[in-house]
C-alpha cells in the first residue's frame, strides 16, 4: 500500500512543501476521525484504515512500513494525544456564549474568553471583571478558555476524588484514596501537581530539542541526497564523455567494448540513483512526522492545561524519545562517483590490436634458436642445445641507464658468433668474429 497517497517523487521536496495540517487525516484531508496510531508514528483515521490490513499487518499508505494489528479490529490504537488536541479544537470553533451576559463571543474574541472552573461556566471579559469581584467569589478558579479543566481531568473516575499527586514510577495522576492504596516504596516516587508538572515541561523541552536536532539533520540529509543524485547525474556525463573521447581516437574493433562499457556505466548509474533516491524517500516520509509531532507539542503545551499535561504529556514524551531511537538513515550507504574502469578494459581490448602480449623466448617451437637459427646449423655433439638451456639476458635497451659500462655480448649474439666460426668459411666477417672472440675470452 505505500505510495497510495502520494505519486512517485518527481520533485524531492514534494513531502516537505506540502502543507501538512497535524489534524488532518492525509488520505481524506478531512479533520481526525478517531484518529489511529501506526508503528511508524503516521496517524490517518480509522475508517481510512479499515479492510487495510492483511494477516495481522498493515502497511503505512504513506510510507510503507508494516504495522502490527490486535484484536478483530482490524485496526492500530486510538490516539489519545491527537483526540485529545481534535477535541480541543473543535470546542475552540465553537460558539461560545457567557453564562452570565449571554453574549456570544465569536472566533476573533475566544482569546478574550474566560472559563471559571469552579463554576464550571464561560465568562467574557467585562463579567469576569463585573460580577465576578465579589467576595463570594475570591476563591473560584479563574483560567483562560483555552486552559479550562474539564471533569474527567479533575477528579479520579476511581474514588470521584481529585486528583493531588502524581506517580512519576506509573506516570499517573493520584487522588488522596489512590495515595493511601499505594505500597510505602511505591509513595516515595509521588509528588505534587505543581512539581509534576515543572519536571514534565523540563523533560518535554529536551524531547522537543532531540526532535529538533534529527529535524535539523533530516534536511541537512536531503540537501545531501539531492546533491549527490545531481553528481551522480553528472559523474554519469563526464565518464560517458570520457568514454566517447577514448573511444573516438580507437579503431572499428572497439565498438562493442564501447557498448559493454556504456552499459556498465548506465547500470551503475541507475543503481546508485536508485539507492539514494530510496533513502531520500524513506527521509521525505519522515520529515512531516517530525513537523506534526512538533507542532503536535506546540499545540498540546498552548491547549492543555496542568492536569491535562500530566496525563498524556509523559506519553508525547516517550513517543517523542522513540521516534528519535528510530534507525534514521540520514548517511548515503554508498558515494556518487561512478568508476567503469574504462582505460584497463580499453587495454585489454586493445592487446591483440597493438600486439601488447607478452614477449617471445629465444627457444621456439619445432627446434627453432631464435630468429635465423634452425637445428640444420647446430654445433655438433650437442653443446648448442646444452647452451640453449640458459636463460637469456635481457634486451639492450634494458640497460641504457647504466652508464658508460662495456656491455658482454648476449646470449643469443655469443651463439650466432660460435656458430659462424663453426661453419670454417674464411671471411672477413669469420676473421673480425674469431678476433672478438679472443678479446672476449681474454
Same mark, same amino acid.
Given at each position: 500500500m505505500?505510495?497510495?497517497?502520494?505519486?512517485?517523487?518527481?520533485?524531492?521536496?514534494?513531502?516537505?512543501?506540502?502543507?501538512?495540517?497535524?489534524?488532518?487525516?492525509?488520505?481524506c484531508?478531512?479533520?481526525?476521525?478517531?484518529?489511529?496510531?501506526?508503528?511508524?508514528?503516521?496517524?490517518?483515521?480509522?475508517?481510512?484504515?479499515?479492510?487495510?490490513?492483511?494477516?495481522?499487518?498493515?502497511?503505512?499508505?504513506?510510507c510503507?512500513?508494516?504495522?502490527v494489528?490486535?484484536?478483530?479490529?482490524?485496526?492500530?490504537?486510538?490516539?489519545?494525544?491527537?483526540?485529545?488536541?481534535?477535541d480541543s479544537?473543535?470546542?475552540?470553533?465553537?460558539n461560545?456564549?457567557?453564562?452570565?451576559?449571554?453574549?456570544?463571543?465569536?472566533?476573533?474574541?475566544?482569546?478574550?474568553?474566560?472559563?471559571?472552573?469552579?463554576?464550571?461556566?464561560?465568562?467574557?471579559?467585562?463579567?469576569?471583571?463585573?460580577?465576578?469581584?465579589?467576595?463570594m467569589?475570591?476563591?473560584?478558579e479563574?483560567?483562560?478558555?483555552?486552559?479550562?479543566?474539564?471533569?474527567?481531568?479533575?477528579?479520579?473516575?476511581?474514588?470521584?476524588?481529585?486528583?493531588?499527586?502524581?506517580?512519576?514510577?506509573?506516570?499517573?495522576?493520584?487522588?488522596?484514596?489512590?495515595?493511601?492504596?499505594?505500597?510505602?516504596?511505591?509513595?516515595?516516587?509521588?509528588?505534587?501537581?505543581?512539581?509534576?508538572?515543572?519536571?514534565?515541561?523540563?523533560?518535554?523541552d529536551?524531547?522537543?530539542?532531540?526532535?529538533?536536532?534529527?529535524?535539523?539533520?533530516?534536511?541537512?540529509?536531503?540537501?545531501?541526497?539531492?546533491?549527490?543524485?545531481?553528481?551522480?547525474r553528472?559523474?554519469?556525463?563526464?565518464?560517458?564523455? #570520457?568514454?566517447?573521447?577514448? /573511444?573516438?581516437?580507437?579503431?572499428? @574493433? *572497439?565498438? =562493442? $567494448?564501447?557498448?559493454?562499457?556504456? +552499459?556498465?556505466?548506465?547500470?551503475q548509474?541507475?543503481?546508485?540513483?536508485?539507492?539514494?533516491?530510496?533513502?531520500?524517500?524513506?527521509l521525505?516520509?519522515?520529515?512531516?512526522?517530525?513537523?506534526?509531532?512538533?507542532?503536535?507539542?506546540?499545540?498540546?503545551?498552548?491547549? #492543555?492545561?496542568?492536569?491535562? /499535561?500530566?496525563?498524556?504529556?509523559? @506519553? *508525547?514524551? =516517550? $513517543?517523542?524519545?522513540?521516534?528519535? +531511537?528510530l534507525?534514521?538513515?540520514?548517511?548515503?550507504?554508498?558515494?556518487?562517483?561512478?568508476?567503469?574502469?574504462?582505460?584497463?578494459?580499453?587495454?585489454?581490448?586493445?592487446?591483440?590490436?597493438?600486439?601488447?602480449?607478452?614477449?617471445?623466448?629465444?627457444?621456439?617451437? #619445432?627446434?627453432?634458436?631464435?630468429?635465423?637459427?634452425t637445428?640444420?646449423?647446430?654445433?655438433?655433439?650437442?653443446?648448442?642445445?646444452?647452451?640453449?638451456?640458459?636463460?637469456?639476458?635481457?634486451?639492450?635497451?634494458?640497460?641504457?641507464?647504466?652508464?658508460?659500462?662495456?656491455?658482454?655480448?648476449?646470449?643469443?649474439?655469443?651463439?650466432?658468433?660460435?656458430?659462424?666460426?663453426?661453419?670454417?668459411?674464411?671471411?672477413?666477417?669469420?676473421?673480425?668474429?674469431?678476433?672478438?672472440?679472443?678479446?672476449?675470452?681474454?
Amino acid at each position: 500500500m505505500a505510495g497510495g497517497i502520494f505519486s512517485p517523487l518527481g520533485s524531492c521536496s514534494e513531502l516537505e512543501k506540502a502543507n501538512c495540517h497535524p489534524l488532518v487525516c492525509l488520505l481524506c484531508h478531512e479533520p481526525y476521525q478517531h484518529p489511529c496510531l501506526l508503528d511508524c508514528y503516521h496517524n490517518f483515521c480509522a475508517s481510512c484504515l479499515r479492510g487495510r490490513a492483511s494477516d495481522g499487518r498493515l502497511r503505512c499508505p504513506l510510507c510503507g512500513h508494516p504495522s502490527v494489528v490486535r484484536g478483530g479490529t482490524g485496526l492500530p490504537p486510538v490516539d489519545r494525544l491527537l483526540q485529545f488536541l481534535v477535541d480541543s479544537s473543535a470546542d475552540s470553533e465553537e460558539n461560545v456564549q457567557c453564562a452570565n451576559c449571554d453574549r456570544c463571543c465569536t472566533k476573533a474574541e475566544l482569546d478574550t474568553m474566560y472559563f471559571c472552573n469552579t463554576c464550571g461556566q464561560p465568562l467574557c471579559a467585562p463579567c469576569r471583571e463585573e460580577t465576578h469581584r465579589a467576595r463570594m467569589f475570591t476563591r473560584h478558579e479563574i483560567v483562560s478558555l483555552s486552559k479550562r479543566t474539564k471533569d474527567i481531568h479533575k477528579k479520579c473516575p476511581l474514588h470521584e476524588e481529585p486528583y493531588i499527586m502524581f506517580s512519576t514510577e506509573k506516570k499517573s495522576m493520584l487522588c488522596i484514596n489512590c495515595f493511601r492504596d499505594m505500597q510505602g516504596e511505591s509513595r516515595a516516587h509521588c509528588i505534587d501537581i505543581e512539581t509534576a508538572y515543572m519536571q514534565g515541561c523540563q523533560r518535554l523541552d529536551q524531547a522537543v530539542m532531540a526532535v529538533k536536532e534529527l529535524q535539523t539533520s533530516t534536511r541537512e540529509a536531503i540537501v545531501l541526497l539531492k546533491a549527490m543524485i545531481e553528481e551522480v547525474r553528472n559523474s554519469a556525463s563526464e565518464e560517458e564523455a #570520457a568514454i566517447n573521447s577514448l /573511444f573516438s581516437r580507437m579503431q572499428e @574493433q *572497439l565498438s =562493442e $567494448r564501447k557498448k559493454t562499457l556504456l +552499459k556498465a556505466v548506465q547500470s551503475q548509474h541507475e543503481e546508485k540513483e536508485k539507492a539514494f533516491k530510496e533513502q531520500l524517500a524513506h527521509l521525505a516520509s519522515l520529515l512531516p512526522t517530525l513537523q506534526v509531532h512538533l507542532v503536535t507539542c506546540s499545540a498540546f503545551l498552548s491547549s #492543555a492545561n496542568k492536569a491535562e /499535561f500530566l496525563d498524556l504529556g509523559y @506519553q *508525547l514524551m =516517550e $513517543r517523542l524519545q522513540r521516534i528519535v +531511537k528510530l534507525p534514521h538513515r540520514l548517511r548515503p550507504a554508498q558515494t556518487s562517483k561512478i568508476n567503469s574502469e574504462y582505460r584497463a578494459e580499453f587495454a585489454r581490448c586493445l592487446e591483440p590490436l597493438l600486439m601488447l602480449s607478452p614477449r617471445r623466448s629465444v627457444v621456439g617451437s #619445432a627446434g627453432g634458436i631464435g630468429p635465423g637459427i634452425t637445428g640444420t646449423n647446430m654445433l655438433p655433439g650437442g653443446q648448442c642445445s646444452k647452451t640453449l638451456m640458459v636463460p637469456s639476458c635481457p634486451p639492450s635497451s634494458d640497460k641504457m641507464s647504466t652508464g658508460p659500462m662495456v656491455k658482454k655480448p648476449t646470449m643469443h649474439r655469443y651463439i650466432s658468433t660460435k656458430v659462424l666460426l663453426a661453419e670454417g668459411r674464411e671471411t672477413p666477417f669469420a676473421e673480425h668474429c674469431r678476433n672478438y672472440e679472443n678479446t672476449y675470452r681474454v
